[in-house]
Every structure is written in structure tokens, then in C-alpha cells.
């Protein structure tokens, strides 16, 4: 069987498809245009050019985000520092955070409360992309927290079947590019 490609590897083999093709077109084009394959080559070579800098300064821009945000100092934290951060990062957008004990949780990692309403989350700080276990418990511990929603919320991103439970039972997934928005959106709050 073969292997799936990751989404990065996969956005980057589109990204690689697009500039090929706009590329190649661009200097079709060109040729069909002035009947000159001097100009044709030369238009091609001025389309990669142009395409690899806008993909640059993009790239670069993401990693300016990235760096603004903290996700790197995240990236090296504990499991248990992760779930505090978080606890801090709900309440500067106005939840009343709670993180639970370490074990016997039920599921839960944090109890948020805002609004009258509870919501029970789950704190994954890993390496690889959270697979399905984590939507199980944060599903189980909505009903022993009394809660009206559960969040699974991680520093990375979540596998295929996590994505297909946490849909169907109405759990909200948070993954790397969401907690990142998140973070920026608070510190310009407490700018």
C-alpha cells in the first residue's frame, strides 16, 4: 500500500504543480503570441523568477507569524506546561480557565466557562498529529463536566480519523495554524 503524503509535503507538491503550469502557459503564451521561442523561453524563465519570489516573501511572512507567536517555545514545553499556558491564553480572551489534576481528569485537561456556558478540553502538545483517542475523551468528559461542547486543542495537527469522530460528534479541533491565530489575536489585545 502506498503511503499518503503528509499536507505539508502535499501543499508543496501543489504549490510546485501551479508554478510549473502557470509557467509553462505563461510562455505558450508568449510564443503563440510573437512566434519568437527567444521570447517564449525568456518570458518562461521571468514567470519563475516572479513566482518563486511571491512563494518566498509568503514563506517568509508565515515564519514571521510563527516566530511572533511563540508556537517554537510551545513546541519545547511539557504536557502539563502546555495545559497551564493554555489555562492562561482562555483567560485573556475572557473564560474563566481551570486546569484540572494531572490524573484522574475524566478527559478534561482544562473546564472553560464563559457566558453560562462549560466547555472541556483536551491539551495535546506533540510532535505528531493527534489521532482519535483524544476526541474520545474530551467526547466522555462533556457529559461527566456537565459541559455544552468539548475542544481538542494542539500545537500540531490531527489524523484523518480524529478529524472524521471530532466532525460527527461535534467536537471542535484546534489544531497548530488556529492556536497560532489565537495567540496573535491575544497579544494584540494586550499590546
Sequence with gaps: MARRKSKKKQ??????????????????????????????????????????LIINSIEEAKLKRLRRSGIAEIDKMTGTQFEHYLGQLFKLQGYN????????????????????KRIVV?????????????VQEVHGAIAHYKASAGWVVTNSGYTQSAINLARS??????????????ILRVKEIIK
Excluded: F
Design 11 to 52: 501543499k508543496q507538491d501543489d504549490t510546485l504543480g501551479l508554478v510549473g503550469g502557470v509557467s509553462i502557459l505563461s510562455s505558450l503564451i508568449a510564443l503563440y503570441l510573437t512566434k519568437n521561442a527567444v521570447i517564449s523561453v525568456i518570458t518562461l524563465i521571468v514567470v519563475i523568477v516572479v513566482l518563486a
Design 97 to 116: 480557565a481551570t486546569v484540572t489534576q494531572a490524573q484522574g481528569d475524566y478527559g478534561a485537561d482544562l473546564v472553560l466557562n464563559k457566558d453560562g
Design 122 to 134: 483536551q491539551a495535546k502538545r506533540y510532535s505528531k498529529n493527534v489521532n482519535l483517542k483524544a
Design 169 to 182: 460528534n461535534n467536537v471542535r479541533l484546534v489544531d497548530r495554524e488556529e492556536l497560532v491565530e489565537m
